[in-house]
Each structure stands twice: as C-alpha cells, then as structure tokens.
C-alpha cells in the first residue's frame, strides 16, 4: 500500500490512458455483430447501429431521453483532474446528440491494494467539480475491486426532438468543423514516458478539461446536419463513421485543423511518443483513407479524450453557425466538406 504523503503518477498503475484505451475499431465490429435486434422497441429512436455517441429513447411528448456511458483508465497522474476530465468526457456525448444532460452516476473500479482510498476520493471530487460545471448532480454510482484504476460516469439527458443530432444526416456540400485542436493523445504519451516538457504541460488538459457544451446550442441550429464528438477512434476514425451513416466521403484541409501545438507535436512524434491505439486505430480503417504522409496519419488517427465536436453544417446556413459559435466562445474555421459518396471514404 502507498503512504498517503507519496505522490501518486496515477498513469503508472494502467497499461493504457484515456481514451486510447478503446478497443479498435474492427475488433468493436466483431463484438458488436449480431448481438441483438434494438428495432424490437420501437421508441428506441437512436442504438447503436450507426456508432452514435449515445442512446436516445422517444418519451412521447415530444422529447426524448439521452443515454450514455464512457469510462476509462487514467489520462493524467493528478486524481482530481482524472476525475473531472472523465466526466467531461462522458457528458461530452449528451452534448454531441444536442442534448442538455440532465444527471449523473460514477463508475469507479479501485485497486484497493495498491493504491489508498484517499486517491480514489480525489478522483470522485473531480468528476463532482466537472458535474457542477455542467449544471448536474453526480448522483451515485458503482465500484469494484480492480486490478487498474478506472473511472467515468454514465450520463441521462433529454432533447427535443426537432433538436436531435446524429452521425448520420450529412450532405455533400456540408462543412465541417471541428472544436477543439488535435493532439492530446500524443501529448499525454509523451507524459506517461516522462518526455512532458514543462511549457506543454498544460495543452492537453486544458483542453479536456472544456466542456463540449456548445453542442446544446448548435443542437438547435437545422443548418447543422450532422454531430458527433471526436475521441478515442481519432478524427479520421469518428469522420469515417459519420461519413458511413451519411452514405457520404468528405475531403479535408489538413493545413486548417487546429492543433494543441503544431511545433510540439512535430517534436514529440520524433520522440516516438505515439499512442498504441494510433497504429489500431490506422490498421482499423485506414484503407479507407486516401494517400496520406505518415506524420498526418499520427495526428488524424491520434486517439483524443474528451476531443471536440466535429459538425458538418450546410452552406447556407454557414454564417448563423459561426455567429452562434462564437456566441459560446469558439473561434471556428472550416476543416473540410462532405462529398459525394466514392470508393475512398475520406481525401485529404
């Protein structure tokens, strides 16, 4: 057992972090294949055909239940922050189906013999924190003895219908945007190998720390056609799935998606600070990706946590979009379109 006054690299205790810890994306198709028919209920408006952010049940009045979970092992070695960027990532799914959540419960699994209670208090006053920001309750939840520590919430929200977004339902022409710069993942590796230089100590986490919560007033726009949150399958892979229940491809402007640090990034990837779940993520779809140089690939496939919204908007209404974007404090630029359905999902 660790004395209390020990300093706790909550990173050391876990094989993964965050969310690269998902399983790939072809493994999750074999695990998902034929486990049950959801058009059986017929109120059941969104599962998880399409690979939404979360589950949406119809209450018939004209609004509907969100229901999401996500939970991982740690991301960075400070408790408290775990906590809340666990929570801000989980919330994050509500947000990106436009809805407001409503509350949430804890998943907690504690190695009790390695590491003290205490730790495990710090975790849950974290994701306390992120709840109170977001306007819930933490109102209970679930914990076991496990071999690594592992954290995340299960979130209830609503939404009116006419405010639903999905994966699905971009059109060639749409424009893409996406919220929150890319990196995270080769950032918190270079932190877990101890190569964190102290200016770029801060990138990652302040950007997972930011809710996503935009996305209930984007949620209200009918010129934003389709949304879901980039995470643990990279840009390319969340692009890929949106695309997919689209029946579209998209083409990006890789020189227009914002990163943490252009000139750290570069400086870590030489370090080889690559996630592990980057090669899984590439092996999982990249031949549906068109030519592409290998550093792009390690940032379009990095996996993020707590990443941002990535929104495909209609032309027209490409201006109300923007003014109500920065209306939430985001300065947004266009990553890329939607296209006409091809062979290759995805141009760069």
Known sequence: MLLKTEPVRLTQFSHGAGCGCKIAPSVLDRILRHTGAVHAFPDLLVGHEERDDAAVFDLGDGTAVVST???????????????????????????????????????LGWPVNSLPPEVANAVVAGARSACADAGIPLAGGHSIDSPEPIFGLAVTGRVRLEHLKRNGGATPGCVLYLTKPLGVGILTTAQKKGKLQPEHAALARESMLRLNSAGIAFGKLACVKAMTDVTGFGLLGHLIEMCEASLTS????????????????????????????????????????????????????????????LVAVEPTGNAEFLRVARLEGLELQPIGSITNRHETVIDV
């Open 250 to 309: 998209a083409k990006l402007t890789p020189n227009n998606i914002p990163l943490l640090d252009a000139d750290a990034i570069e400086y870590y990837l030489k370090q080889k600070c690559v996630p592990g779940g980057t090669a899984r993520n590439w092996d999982s779809y990249g031949d549906k990706v068109g030519a592409l140089p290998e550093h792009l690939r390690l940032i379009f496939a990095d996996p993020q946590t707590s990443g941002g919204l």
């Open 69 to 107: 979970t996500d939970f991982f092992m740690p991301i960075v070695d400070d408790p408290e922050d775990f906590g809340r960027i666990a929570s801000v990532n989980a919330i994050s799914d509500v947000y990106a189906m436009g809805g407001t959540p409503l509350l949430a419960v804890a998943i």
